[in-house]
């Protein structure tokens, strides 16, 4: 079966399919990615091929972090998907399966009636709205925002489904205009697609009670590590100089800003008295110090295992990386679904409190790290996740459910 996967946005909304597309290869499939062209590497040096998306999420980031008013950030997101509508449906010519990533659903569920082939849902973040927490997203979440209630949280829910549905409609209308396809009869979004699987743990958010039937949480689906891939040998030799570092990175948060972040990063290192890899990310970030090192994209499944606590941004992909690797974690979280990740840790009981990223301060994030290093129960409780969430394979119900399609 020619599958392809759709997904749009950073590396970390990309780097998990490549872990579920090697299984689909390894099934017998073919499969192809796609996503922007800076991932056309990532993708292809997993042995998937790479179907090209108009856009750069890099400038679609800066831009929304920098408009001035939710309108213009508005405007800016619908104009992104305007260009992307039909790089999604130029990919999806002669596939006979989609799965699509959330963001992109409404444009994949077109391209699939267009095509006259079926589309699932593979979302990284909970998708549906639900009584028992308030939706990735929502407004107020850093820190600690994901409970409003059970009568809150589902009104928030379906609010943020509505914006986004209401923020797609124009490129979704344009889009089944010229695909000559009718007027859609409903605001579209990815939650009303089925089936839908979820690429997250479900000991780390359990499957809600009220969710619809065919909305499934299937545990994680780990991103592949390149072909051939080896560790730069400066980073081998300063992990064998002393003793296991801290890790530090944004991903692609604060796009610009890596001066700046650089600084605080120097200071609370030096405060905290700690080792430290600092990766640049987005935001090229770097920071100073004999026992610092500045590094660029390593695979988080060699690293962070072999750190003794991780500084992230709290995005889906980095999130599971850290639970896995069974290291407490410090979540400094942006936007998006980040303070809900960010939340979860904290409750999970791997990490201290969530220190949002436009606070951070040297004193904040030293004293962060420090707990991390001196608090045995956050390492205890990791080790003990990570052993549970190693039994667990997301992939296998993914798998058996296309296998059933193929068969049918």
Request: glycine fraction near 12%; include cysteine.
């Amino acid at each position: 079966m020619r599958i392809l996967i759709v997904t749009a946005g950073s590396r970390g909304d990309v780097a998990p399919y490549t872990g579920l597309g090697r299984r689909l290869l390894a099934a017998g499939h073919e499969v192809a990615v796609a996503a922007h062209p800076p991932f056309a590497g990532l993708v292809g040096g997993c042995g998937l091929d790479h179907r090209p998306l108009p856009g750069d999420p890099r400038e679609l980031i800066r831009t929304r972090a920098e408009a001035a008013s939710w309108e213009e950030a508005r405007a800016a997101m619908a104009a992104f998907l305007d260009r992307l509508a039909d790089g999604v449906v130029a990919a999806a010519d002669g596939a006979d399966l989609v799965l699509t990533a959330f963001g992109p659903a409404a444009l994949s569920r077109t391209a699939g009636e267009a095509y006259g082939i079926p589309v699932i849902g593979t979302y990284l973040a909970p998708a549906c709205a639900t009584r028992e927490f308030a939706p990735p997203g929502v407004p107020g979440g850093v820190p600690g925002g994901d409970d409003l209630g059970p009568d809150g949280n589902l009104a928030a829910g379906r609010r943020l489904l509505a914006d986004a549905g209401a923020l797609q409609a124009g490129a979704v209308a344009g889009l089944r205009t010229r695909l000559g396809l009718p007027p859609a009869t409903s605001q579209p979004t990815g939650a009303d697609l089925r089936p839908v699987f979820h690429g997250f743990s479900p000991l780390v958010v359990p499957r809600p009670a009220d969710w619809p039937s065919g909305v499934e949480v299937a545990g994680y689906w780990w991103p592949a590590r390149p072909r051939g891939w080896r560790p730069p040998a400066e980073l081998v030799d300063f992990l064998r100089a002393g003793p296991p570092p801290v890790f530090i990175g944004f991903g692609s948060m604060a796009p610009g800003e890596g001066e700046r972040l650089g600084e605080l990063v120097t200071a609370a290192v030096a405060r905290a008295g700690v080792r430290a890899v600092v990766q640049a990310g987005w935001a090229g970030l770097t920071a100073a110090g004999d026992d610092v090192l500045t590094v660029g994209d390593i695979p988080h499944d060699w690293l962070f295992p072999r750190t003794a606590a991780v500084v992230h941004h709290a995005g889906a992909g980095t999130t599971a990386a850290g639970l896995r690797a069974g290291v407490p974690a410090v979540p400094v979280p942006a936007m998006a679904d980040q303070p809900f990740w960010a939340t979860r840790l904290h409750r999970l009981g791997v990490a201290p409190r969530p220190l949002p990223l436009d606070e951070l301060t040297p004193e904040s994030l030293a004293a962060a790290i420090t707990t991390c290093l001196t608090e045995p129960t956050l390492r205890h409780r990791a080790a003990e996740l990570a052993h549970a969430v190693a039994a667990e394979d997301g992939a296998a119900a993914v798998l058996a459910h296309i296998g059933a399609v193929g068969r049918g």
